[in-house]
Every structure is written in C-alpha cells, then in structure tokens.
C-alpha cells in the first residue's frame, strides 16, 4: 500500500518539474495539463493506505503554505514598492508646494506694500516718481522692516504728556487705568491686581500672567496697551517653536527675502518710539520658552542694558533696515515681553531659570463686575513712567523692620524646605516694593505679593519632602513676623496646599 503512495509521489513530482521546466522555457510556452493531476490522483488514490492519506494531506498542506508564503512576500514587495515610489513623489510634491507657497507669500507682501505706497500721498520734492520708491522698497531683503523705516522719516519719534496731566503719580495711573478698562474695555480687575501688573513694570522686563483660561490674562496688557495709546502686540506661540528663528524668523535662500515675524516686527517699531510697548507671548508654554528665548534671557542679563541686541542675520548688507546694525537689532528699554500662561497638560512647565527673572501674577478667578466713572486714555511716555518707577525706589525703600521680618522668613523657609533665593530676586524685591507702595499699596501687601509668587511656587516644587507639620510651622511664622491680619494671599494658598496633603 505505502509503495502504492510513493509511486504516485513520484508521479505528481515528475509532473510539477516538467511544468516548472516550462516556465523557465517561457511562460508563452508553458502548456501545463493541470487535468493530469486528477487522472494521476484516480489511478492510485485507491491504494494508499492510512499512511499514505495522512503522507498526502500533509504534502497538500505544505504546498499551500509554500504557495501562500510566496504570495505574501511578493504582495508585499509589490506594496513596499509602491510605497517608496508614492513617497518620492508626495516629497517633490511637498517640495513643490513649498516653493510654490513662499513665491504667494512674497507676491503678497509686494502687494500689500504696494498698495501702501499707492495710497501714501507723493510728498513734495521727491526726486524719484513714487512707483521707483515702492520698487526699491519691495526688492528688499527685509520689506516690513524697511516699510517701518519709511513710517519714521524724522527717526525717534518722542512722545509728550498732556500739560494737564504733569504730574500724575503712579496711584493715579492704578485707579485711571482700572476704570478705563472697566468702562472703555469691559474689563475687571482688582486694583490690588492693577497694581501689582504696573509695580512688576518697575522691577522687570519680564512678566508671566498665569492662570485657569478665560481670567483675563491676554487682555490686561491689551487694555494697559489701549490706555496707554500704543496697542500691545499679541503673538500666539506655537508647540513646534524649539528656537529664535520661530520668534524672529528666518532667511529664505529661495525667495531671498527674510521672513519678518510679527515678533521681529514689534520688537523693531519699540525702537523708533518712546511709548511704552507690550509684547504678548501668547500661552508661552506651549512650547519651552527657555529654548525658544533663550537668547533674549541672556540679554536680559547684561550688565549694560542699553547695549544689548539680538542677532538677526548673520550676514548684513548695506541695504538692510536702518536699525538693524551689524545684523543685530537693539533691545529697547521701553518694551516688556509679557507672557501668558495656561497650567493644564497641554503645556510644558516653566523652570526656575525663567521664573527667577520674572515677574509672577497669579489669575485664579474672573474678577467680579463693577461700576467705574469714566476714563479717558493716558499718552505716556516710557521715560516718564521710568522717572516715577526711579524716584519711588529712591524715596520709599523698603522699611529696615519688614527687611529684617522677611529675611528672618526666608531664613525659616530655607531651613525646613531648602528653598534660597539668588541675588536677581532679591534685587527684583528691593525694586517692586517700593513700586507697589508708590502705587497705593503697603509693604506688606508687596511682600505678601512676593512671597506668593516667589516663594511658595518653589515650595510647592519640595512638597514631597514637605510635611503637615512643616505647612503649619510655616503659617505660625508667617503669623509671628506680620501679624495674624498680614499675608492674606500666602497663607490662603498654605492653607489649600495643606488641604491638599490631606
């Protein structure tokens, strides 16, 4: 019986390698009988055996498994095929596009500039018909930056206060402003918060609104902008920003155009004016700030602050914008970068580098509405504000009680959760206080203020080593040094950070 199945084996072999021989031959030729398998199967199917059947079934099934591994793999080296080919061709494709997007983007800006300069009157005397002036404006490398130039054809453009307001002190600005934005805005903020936003403008370049959505943190420094006559410039960050050409821009080889970012653009006009300017980082944390502005940190570290710029591009021009000298365009004194941020999972933490050189505001609730009398603007020079911020820390330095208090406080803090705090914040502290008592305050609300903002946010960071009973000692210290009616703000948030640990 088993030689019975061997010999049709042999048989079915000897018929597939002839098959197998006519493929190599030619597939045109190959005239395989498959009907021969079935008449080869009949003539011996009926002596195989038990042995014999199992023997067949199991060929059968490795053949099915040979042919189907072998359909497998050439479907996919078909796909992988197809794949590469679709992939090549959607990167020239993107390639392409993109090429195609920045000529739009520079056909744009020649027509948004030209149809400036076709508005703009021909002022008398010009020596060139007003068509070659756009021209050679639009054939820049830098044509935002230039446009800014021709808006300042006398340079510096000076601000000047109202007669009938010389004289105006920072309190006053608090209380003008808050009513403006009630009134002109339909803003509400508490003066407490007014204040604290206006004396941080005394102690830093630098702040941070922070806080739930919806509390007013983009609209503060928008009013204040309005207010003061010289609107805040608002620049949404974005998640993929990892460096400054995100913030400033970048040069494009194929159009050979810089592309002039919103950012660039602020920051470039701040020079030109003597106003005080706001430029709004928008939800700062979406991104890491301390890659993307890196570079502005630092300078914001120099010793001579009139000095410090920001290089743009590395290789200048004689052409390029007026301020931009050497490649680097300066850092006005009169301009504050204001970020805003949202502390939810979306976005990334702020480290201690950061927070060290900034000013903090806390925006946990919407402030309630409010009635206010009317409020007219305040055309405000920077460099008066500056005179005001300069003789309030001449003339209200903080008091040598509160001084020794609060350095016995911070001693008490480094002792039971190591937090220290560096010379930059001390200096930022010695700047604030005054500042904020100038602006309607107390000292121990400032300091309040402070030790919210600067302190606790760096014990909380320790709250894993923190205890109920450290919380408590630090309450009753608090309470010891100012008095159980002082430190109203710092000891609620104590008091929900021990709930917390509960």
């Known amino acids: ?110 027509l948004e500039l030209g149809s400036h300069y076709m508005n703009t009157p021909t002022p008398a005397g010009l020596p060139q018909p007003q068509q070659e002036k756009d021209e050679s404006l639009l054939e820049k490398r830098f044509p935002r930056l230039s446009q800014i130039d021709e808006k300042y054809p006398s340079g510096m453009l000076q601000i000047n206060i109202p007669e009938e307001e010389a004289g105006i002190d920072l309190a006053e600005i608090c209380a003008r402003f808050q009513n403006f934005a009630c009134n002109s805005c339909g803003l509400f903020y508490s003066i407490t918060t007014v204040r604290s936003f206006i004396s941080s403008l005394g102690a830093s370049k630098l702040l941070i609104l922070e806080g739930i959505s919806g509390t007013g943190k983009t609209s503060l420094p928008y009013a204040m902008g309005r207010f003061f006559q010289n609107d805040a410039h608002i620049c949404a960050v974005q998640p993929s920003w990892r460096d400054k050409s995100e913030l400033i821009g970048y040069y494009n080889d194929f159009t050979k155009r810089f592309f002039e970012t919103e950012f660039l653009c602020a920051l470039y006009e701040s020079n030109y004016n003597d106003a005080t300017n706001f430029i709004v980082l928008d939800e700062v944390n979406l991104a890491r700030i301390e890659y993307y502005f ?79 009398p009317i409020s007219k603007p305040l055309p405000l020079p920077f460099s008066y504000l500056e005179t005001l911020f300069e003789n309030a820390k001449k003339q209200r330095p903080l008091s040598a009680a509160n001084k020794a208090n609060f350095d016995a406080l911070l001693e008490r803090v480094f002792e039971m959760f190591g937090v220290n705090l560096g010379n930059r914040v001390m200096k930022q502290i010695e700047s604030f206080v005054p500042c904020y008592v100038e602006c309607g305050g107390t000292e121990t609300e400032a300091l309040d203020f402070l030790f919210r903002t600067k302190i606790m946010k760096k014990v909380v960071t320790k709250m894993q080593t923190a205890s109920q009973d450290a919380l408590e000692i630090l309450d009753k210290e608090i309470v010891n040094l100012f008095g159980d009616d002082s430190f109203i703000i710092s000891r609620s948030y104590l008091q929900k950070i021990r709930k917390g640990i509960r």
Not at 334 to 360: P, Q
């Open 1 to 110: 019986m088993e030689t019975t199945y061997f010999t049709f084996l042999h048989e079915i072999v000897a018929q597939a390698g002839q098959n197998i021989t006519g493929i190599f031959q030619g597939i045109v030729d190959v005239n395989a009988d498959f009907r021969s398998y079935h008449q080869v199967f009949l003539a011996y199917s009926s002596g195989f055996g038990v042995g014999g059947w199992i023997f067949y079934i199991a060929m059968i099934l490795i053949v099915i498994g040979i042919v189907g591994c072998l359909f497998t793999a050439l479907i996919y080296l078909i796909r992988r095929t197809t794949k590469h080919i679709k992939d090549g061709m959607n990167i020239n494709d993107l390639q392409d596009e993109n090429e195609r997007l920045h000529l739009e983007l520079y056909r744009l800006q020649r």
């Open 294 to 372: 890196a570079d502005i940190l630092s300078l914001m570290e120099t010793p001579n602050k009139n000095i410090a710029s920001l290089q743009v591009i590395p290789n200048p021009e004689p052409s390029d914008p007026k301020l931009l000298q050497n490649g680097s365009i300066k850092i006005p004194q009169n301009l504050y970068f204001i970020g805003t941020a949202n502390n939810d999972e979306s976005t990334f933490s702020i480290t201690d580098k950061v927070y060290d050189r900034a000013m903090v505001l806390e925006f946990e609730a919407k402030e309630k509405p409010f009635q206010a």
